[in-house]
């Protein structure tokens, strides 16, 4: 337990005795019905291999995006050419 | 350590949701978003493929994930710039009445209500507090007293605990 700067003694027993009232309270249920924990252990997992497959891919999107750009600028570069030529 | 596998987090599901979800609901203060904050930390926890520890282990790292939905939910709602401390003069003393507790509790900053109940209610040490709420050891213990006295004086002004 935790160690404590000093309120006095009556003032602790207090604040402690009002804790333990507030541990007791009852939680009200929820208002949407909760997942249990097989339902968000499909849902982490699910999430874990579309997070896992859009690592995959980013790479190849990146290299996607260099190829568009690359195509872009030879075909500039082939355009200028052709009519400075 | 090996990684959680299903059966190992239906326990620590099983363990932890309750008191997870209590802890969630005090400290955000009746707040509908707390069964969302619960769920997002399961998930937080299994995308975050933790490695199997002790249960111990497991709980702190979903207390501190926890916390941390805690904070984002209350800078989102301006929380954290400095909330204005309720009237408490007037007020009678119910303490026998469950909503008057609540509401009491309530009264306190966010901080504060998360601080006392790691503290209190899941009994935790200075260190482990620190570590659930990503926050300094050092500083934790004045944080902590500050809260306490901020209660002791919420319960005098309300009269459920006399002045000496």
Do not use: C
């Amino acid at each position: 337990m935790t160690e404590w700067f000093d309120l006095d003694a009556d003032e602790e027993r207090a604040v402690a005795a009002f804790m333990d009232r507030v541990a007791h309270l009852r939680t009200p249920k929820p208002g949407l019905p909760s997942e249990h924990a097989p339902q968000l252990w499909v849902k982490g997992r699910l999430l874990e291999q579309w997070e896992g497959a859009r690592r995959v891919q980013r790479p190849l999107e990146i290299m996607q995006r260099v190829e568009i750009a690359g195509g872009l600028l030879a075909a500039s570069v082939l355009l200028y050419l052709s009519f400075v030529g | 350590m090996g990684r959680l596998d299903e059966a190992a987090f239906s326990a620590l599901h099983a363990g932890t949701s309750r008191a997870l979800r209590a802890y969630v609901y005090r400290v955000l203060g009746n707040s509908p978003d707390a069964e969302d904050i619960v769920q997002e930390a399961y998930l937080r926890m299994l995308r975050a493929d933790v490695p199997t520890g002790s249960e111990e282990h497991l709980r702190r790292y979903l207390y501190r994930v926890t916390s941390n939905l805690i904070v984002d939910r209350w800078r989102r709602r301006k929380f954290e710039s400095d909330e204005e401390m309720p009237e408490t003069a007037s007020a009678p003393p119910r303490y026998e009445d469950d909503a008057a507790v609540a509401k009491i509790f309530a009264e306190l900053k966010p901080r504060d209500r998360a601080l006392l109940w790691l503290a209190y209610v899941e009994g935790e040490s200075h260190e482990e507090i620190a570590s659930s709420l990503g926050l300094g050891r050092r500083g934790i213990k004045v944080m902590l007293f500050r809260a306490r006295r901020r209660l002791r004086d919420l319960l005098q002004a309300k009269g459920v605990l006399v002045n000496s």
